[in-house]
Structure formats: C-alpha cells, structure tokens
C-alpha cells in the first residue's frame, strides 16, 4: 500500500506548480506510505512471536491442568535432550561399567547411598547381612566398615525403649498394648507415648539381640537434613530424573521455603521441568506417566483422570497403539456426561506440543474418543481390535 502511495505521488508531481500544493500533496501521499511501511515492519515482527507467546500461554494452562506400559513402542521415540542425556548416560555407566566418571555425579551419588544406608541400618544389629542394592545400584562395597565407624563416632547407638518402638508397625503397637488392657486409638505417636506412660514394659522386653542400633540425636539430624534422598531412592521414575537436576530443585525450594522440602514437592518440580524440555511424545508420555506416580504419592487423585486421557492421547497415537487398562480404570472415575469435555481439553493440551520442537503427531481426537468409550466398556476388545487395526 506504501509504494502505491508513493507511486500515485510521483504522478501528481507535474501537476504541482505551486509550492503551497507541493506540500499538500507530500503531506497527503507520503506521510500516508511512511505508516503503512512502519505498520508492516510491526506486523512482520508480530508474526515471528505469535506462535511461541500462544505456545507459552497453553504449555502454562497445561501446568494447572498419566500410567502406561513402559513396552509400548510408538512412533514417537526419545531424542537428545540436556535433562534425560545426564540421566542417561549416568545409568550406562553405573549399570554397565561402573559408578559414574563425572565428579558432580559421583558426589550426589554418594549422599544418596550414604543417606538410605544409615537409614537402613537404623534399628538393625552389627554385623548384618546388607541388601544387594547397595552394592548393585549404590557401589557400596564396605557397608561393614561404614557401619561400624557409624556406631564408633556415635551416629549409631544403643537403642533406648521409644526408639525400638518406633520401628514397631502400628498394628505391633496396638497389640503390645491390648497385653496390658490399654486403649488401642490414636496415631503411631500416640500409641508409643501411651506405652511408655504406662512404665509396663522395658527396653528388655523387645530386645533379643543385644548388638541392635539406632540413630542418635546425631543420627537424626543426618537423616532429616538429607530426607529428600529416602523419597528419591524410592521412586518409580527416577530413570527420568537426573541426580543434579533433582538436587538443585532441592535446593531451590529449600531456599524459597526455609526448610528441607518433602522429595514429593522436589519430584513434582523436576517433572514440570522436564515436561516443558521435553522433544517427542515418546518423553512427554514417560513424564505424565511419572506424574500419576506422584499425585498418587501426595494423595491428590482427583487430578489422576486426566493426567490418565492425556497419556491415552499419546498412547493411542504410536505405531503400537495400547489402551493400558491402569488408565481406563481411572478414566471410568470421571462422570459421564463431563469425559468428553474434559477428553477434548487434555487432548488439546497434549497437542500444543506439536507447535514446539516436537517430534510425531497425535491421531484424530474424535477417534481415540471412541477408542476411549469401547475402552470404557470392554478393555480387551478394544485392545484386540487396536491390534487388528495395527497388523493390516
């Protein structure tokens, strides 16, 4: 439109004798082409963030807004990626060749092997047979020696009578107390506090090797700063999760918080993280899958159901399309006259991946839908027919 204008100046420049209509004639032509070319530069700059500030504000809904089999093959396979390389190659070297050559690796490592030994050995007799893992997983190959120098410099000590009691289950307790005729509710905490109250028992009574230890102050205060290591040995997904991205969301939230965090707000953090990193469905699907993990960990299941539709979205899209009946089991939770909303909306949350540096594409969503309600009814003939589709 600028150089139209431009153009239409140039003609009407003969007929301008005067200089009082040359001005006119500039004003009316070329102010005109000047803000029709500033208006398209803006434009054009407008165009380059569009796609990537409407990619931020749906990846962000899709952070307020997942349990399949591992086996699954789909056509939407894992590529390189910072967070899931460290992992990575930190698993290659531990399983295959050995604990992990890079020293920031090897040093978490350490804390977290010496973090679930001395929880471990909490409340156990010296000498004792350890569990494999240690030596397997961890590379702990002198856990005697650790042990003992635990017990040496006072970390591990003689056991008192509240401190055997609390490796008691609560079903030992109540019947240590039903012994005595006392009352049986309440808490663990209550329950302890109400035997020792009662001055029936003593540390004799539960004790039938004399070479048992447990923490002292010391030891306690070991175990509690160093908590978030327990939760991490324990998590399904922590292939997925790398030692150094793990610990520095610990720190951060210790910081931000004032205290040590819960290993499940820490689990949730790194998984929103690496949901955002991630670059296939492949990744994303293991992420979501990780997240069931935790909200079934934080008992916050009403989130559950659709965390569920948006792996199903996924897994319904691979090469080898399975409906795991883990998931269609929490689908069947949502009622029915809200699924097919609540479908559409996790479907559109997974599918604002593709607009990023994605690889693969969902399936039509009106057929996983149906897929869906065949599920709903009868898991197998869904997944027989999922197969016959797959092998024509």
């Not at 030994?117 to 702990?140: A, E, R, T």
């Not at 327990?230 to 610990?250: A, E, G, V």
């Not at 689990?267 to 935790?294: F, H, P, T």
């Amino acid at each position: 439109i600028g150089i139209i204008f431009a153009l239409m100046f140039l003609i009407m420049l003969p007929y301008n004798e005067e200089t009082a209509e040359y001005v006119i004639t500039t004003i009316i032509f070329l102010i005109p082409s000047f803000l029709f070319f500033w208006f398209g530069i803006w434009a054009s700059k407008k165009e380059k963030t569009y796609k990537p500030n409407i990619e931020a504000t749906n990846i962000k809904h899709f952070e307020k807004s997942t349990k399949r089999s591992l086996d699954n093959h789909t056509n939407l396979n894992s590529s390189s990626n910072p967070f899931f390389s460290i992992e990575t190659k930190r698993s290659t070297e531990t399983t295959a060749s050995g604990p992990p050559s890079d020293p920031e690796d090897l040093k978490l490592l350490n804390e977290l092997s010496k973090t679930q030994l001395l929880h471990w050995c909490d409340g156990k007799s010296y000498p004792v047979d350890y569990p494999s893992y240690f030596s397997y997983d961890y590379f702990i190959n002198d856990a005697d020696s650790i042990h003992k120098n635990w017990i040496d410099s006072g970390i591990l000590g003689p056991p008192t009578l509240e401190s055997l009691l609390k490796h008691k289950k609560v079903v030992e307790l109540k019947g240590i107390l039903r012994e005595k005729n006392l009352k049986v509710s309440g808490n663990k905490p209550d329950l302890i506090k109400r035997i020792l109250d009662s001055n029936e028992y003593s540390l004799n009574d539960f004790i039938e090797d004399g070479n048992i230890y447990t923490l002292t102050d010391s030891g306690e205060t070991i175990i509690k700063d160093n908590k978030p290591w327990l939760y991490y040995h324990t998590l399904k997904n922590k292939s997925i999760i790398p030692l150094k991205l793990y610990k520095q969301q610990w720190e951060n939230l210790q910081e931000s918080w004032g205290f040590v965090p819960d290993g499940r707000d820490i689990n949730w953090r790194c998984l929103q993280l690496l949901k955002i990193q991630v670059k296939s469905y492949g990744e994303l699907s293991l992420v979501l899958s990780a997240m069931i993990d935790n909200l079934v960990d934080s008992k916050r299941e009403d989130l559950i159901p659709d965390f569920a539709l948006q792996v199903i979205s996924i897994d319904l899209s691979g090469a080898y399309p399975f409906l795991a009946p883990y998931l269609i089991e929490r689908v069947k939770q949502i009622p029915k006259d809200q699924l097919q909303e609540r479908f559409y909306k996790a479907y559109d949350f997974v599918k604002v991946y593709e607009r990023g540096n994605i690889n693969g594409y969902l399936a039509d969503k009106d057929k996983i839908f149906q897929y869906i309600l065949l599920g709903l009814k009868d898991i197998d003939a869904c997944n027989k027919k999922l197969e016959k589709i797959n092998s024509l």
